[in-house]
């Protein structure tokens, strides 16, 4: 009986010896793999390895190119590096018992390995500058969006495009801090005197009043900005900010649009109160006030007055106290102003605005020697104002000096009365109440007022030089006796010399007021 046999598989054969060269054969292809090209695999003529290798490498290059400032990610390049190594390591085992191909000799591609790495680094180095230079054209990109951003600001007016001007300051602050180095880093000192140029175009087309809010702002933009970046820039504003405040503060006087705080002459000697401009606000202000003070004298004298006024509380409003003092300077043109802007409106029939003209001159300037004409004259406004034909005329400027003739008017109204008359002379006199009297029916008032035998009447005795006479009766509203809503009456009369006239006032039970001149009777 034969012996037994082990049962199970045989044993493995003995592995057979390492071809001579085996260390500097693994070295080579490792090297060749770690090309990326898979050349290790090629000589050792695996082929689908080699294909992977190609593969690897033909999607790093469509994932890396074209450069992109941001690089290729993490990731990315760390699998790549990983299957480089694995390519390498596999590539080593597998030489160690794998004959070289063709005639090259294992020390020959080995020295062809060590060579050929450089053919992966210097594509890193391309690729570093390839970076740098899509990081430059980004960066230039970005120059030429704030450029862009520039020039269509510029053709809005400033208080529109404030906002655009203020992202292209960001792009260039960006730049010219973050990225000094780059083409366009060194680039935005000469963007930004485009940039000042832009905003100041108001200044340099003489639109001085235009140009002060954004020559204001280019003086806060080194605020926001490295200042070695402006140069000379950053001091530029100043002087053309102070001679646009000059222009338009001028301007603004000669057109009455100062408003508050002075206006722009205000602005100008608080933000640059030792500069020429400001020295020149003091001499500007007094030729305009004199210039409106001559011209209350002129055709339109209640204008000039008003504008002469603003200009008055302009000047009185400026920080500078020498200058602000000069307002006094206005103070005789404006009296001068109203008294001649109440002559204008009674020429031109205005009465109710002469009339209070004309009453406000005479309580304001008290002392002044036209007072009692401006009052004799508001009294005929008052009068014309019911009855026009008051006003066809200024009343005369003085008395005529012939005999005078005596009125004496009575009041038969339980109210006082005062009674403002104009010809000749012009006055106004008042009468006090008659307690004891009553109104009387509207068809016997004119019969009955004043003829009460037994009665004392209150009355005012008026010495009059003859001529045509204008009166107004003005019934004292609200009294007790007549009723509120009594209302003024307007009357003309003729008084002729040698006469003594009377008159007589009286309240009807229609709340009427009459009023009117008895026949007259010889003078005795």
């Known amino acids: 009986m034969p012996p037994d046999r082990p049962s199970g598989p045989p044993p493995a054969e003995p592995p057979g010896p ?126 030429d969006e704030g450029n862009r951003t ?113 206006g722009a002459l205000g602005e100008l000697l608080r933000t640059f109160p030792g500069s020429p401009q400001a020295g020149q606000v003091g001499p500007a202000v007094s030729k305009e006030i004199a210039a409106r003070t001559g011209a209350v004298r002129g055709d339109g004298p209640c204008a000039a007055t008003e504008q002469l006024r603003q200009l008055r509380s302009t000047t009185a409003s400026l920080p500078d106290k020498d200058i602000a003092a000069l307002a006094k300077d206005a103070d005789g043109g404006i009296r001068d102003g109203v008294y001649a802007c109440g002559l204008d409106e009674f020429k031109d029939k205005e009465f109710g605005e002469a009339r209070r003209t004309l009453t406000g001159f005479a309580d304001t300037y008290r002392k002044d020697k036209r007072r009692g004409r401006a009052q004799d004259i508001a009294i005929a406004a008052e009068i014309a104002d019911t009855r026009p034909e008051a006003g066809k005329r200024l009343p005369p400027g003085s008395a005529p000096g012939s005999a005078r003739m005596e009125l004496v008017i009575s009041n038969d109204a339980p109210d006082g009365v005062e009674i403002l008359y104009t010809g000749p002379v012009t006055g106004r006199v008042a009468i006090k109440g008659c307690g004891s009297c009553t109104s009387y029916s509207w068809s016997t008032g004119a019969l009955r007022a004043c003829k009460s035998t037994g009665k004392s009447y209150p009355h005012v005795t008026l010495r009059l030089p003859a001529g045509e006479y204008h009166f107004l009766y003005k019934h004292r509203e609200g009294s007790a006796g007549s009723g509120a809503d009594a209302t003024s009456y307007a009357d003309g009369s003729k008084i002729e010399p040698g006469y003594r006239y009377t008159g007589c006032t009286y309240v009807t039970s229609s709340t009427s007021f009459g009023s009117g001149l008895i026949d007259p009777a010889a003078a005795g």
């Open 18 to 143: 390492v071809p001579p060269g085996a260390v500097v054969r693994a070295v080579a292809v490792a090297l060749l793999n770690l090309t990326g090209l898979g050349l290790g695999y090629v000589l050792v003529r695996r082929w689908f390895r080699a294909f992977l290798c190609w593969v690897a490498t033909g999607w790093l290059l469509l994932a890396a190119l074209p450069a992109d400032p941001d690089g290729m990610s993490g990731g990315l390049v760390t699998g790549y590096l990983l299957a480089l190594a694995v390519a390498a390591g596999d590539g080593a085992w597998t030489a160690r018992r794998a004959a070289v191909g063709g005639s090259w000799r294992p020390v020959v591609a080995a020295g062809a390995g060590l060579v050929m790495l450089a053919v992966p680094a210097g594509g890193a180095v391309y690729y570093g500058s390839a970076q740098d230079e899509a990081v430059e054209q980004m960066l230039l990109d970005r120059l």
């Open 150 to 262: 520039v020039e269509a600001a510029s053709a809005k007016p400033f208080g529109a495009a404030q906002q655009d001007y203020r992202s292209a300051l960001a792009v260039y602050r960006e730049l010219g801090e973050d990225h000094a180095g780059s083409r366009a880093g060194k680039l935005v000192p000469a963007r930004l005197d485009a940039y000042y140029r832009a905003i100041a175009a108001p200044y340099r087309q003489k639109k001085h009043c235009e140009a002060i809010e954004p020559l204001t702002y280019l003086r806060s933009v080194p605020d926001s900005i490295d200042p070695g970046l402006l140069g000379d820039l950053a001091r530029y504003p100043d002087e053309p900010l102070a001679d646009s405040l000059y222009a338009c503060g001028v301007s603004q006087l000669r057109d009455g649009s100062v408003g508050a705080s002075g």
